[in-house]
């Protein structure tokens, strides 16, 4: 096997084929880890736009018009194209929505984007971070935050907002 075969083989097992492209996955998504973050780095490591990252992605608009914006709705999406986008697995997926909690989530949900600055910068987010309870993050004893640190600014967690448009970065002042 000659060094293109290889390299062949290894595009074909990490880029999923959509409509005769190819998608770098992102990197892997740990366990619990929000769409969010799955999303953000998969636009990264793809150079796409908000715009580019929904059309692929979101499949339409619920009958409830109210929850058709929030990004934690796994009903909006298309899931066999996330998951072969991501190279995730179907319960991966699920996780990533609270769908192991969907009794409580209306109730718990923060509507804003809240996240760990150690995390961000390292380009994590996890769906336990939209919880209201969780003030601090455990693992590194930091409080989470709900806006940003330079322009005060809060994103709200949803499709339609600024939160897609600049990965891991205020949508308003770019920090």
């Given at each position: 096997?000659?060094?293109?075969d ?30 969010y973050?799955?999303?953000?780095r998969f ?9 580019e ?7 339409g608009?619920?009958r409830d018009f ?12 298309n899931?066999?194209q996330?998951?072969?986008c991501?190279?995730?697995s ?16 209306d ?15 390292a ?51 770019m920090?």
């Open positions: 096997m000659g060094l293109n290889f390299q062949s083989l290894i595009d074909t097992c990490i880029r999923p084929q959509l409509s005769g492209l190819s998608y770098s996955s992102g990197g892997a998504v740990d366990r619990y880890e929000s769409i973050a799955a999303l953000s636009a990264l490591a793809n150079s796409l736009s908000k715009r990252l929904v059309g692929l992605f979101k499949a608009m619920l109210s929850r058709s914006k929030d990004l934690g709705n796994i009903g909006i999406i899931t066999e996330m998951m072969s991501l190279a995730i179907k319960s991966q997926l699920d996780e990533m929505f609270w769908s192991w909690r969907s009794k409580f989530k109730s718990i949900c923060c509507p804003y984007f809240r996240y760990c600055s150690i995390c961000a910068s380009h994590r987010h996890y769906t336990v971070f939209q919880a209201d309870g969780l003030i601090k993050w455990p693992f590194h004893s930091l409080p989470l935050k709900d806006c940003c640190d330079y322009c005060g600014k809060s994103m709200c967690y949803e499709w339609s907002g600024p939160l897609l448009s600049h990965p891991f970065r205020c949508a308003y002042c920090e």
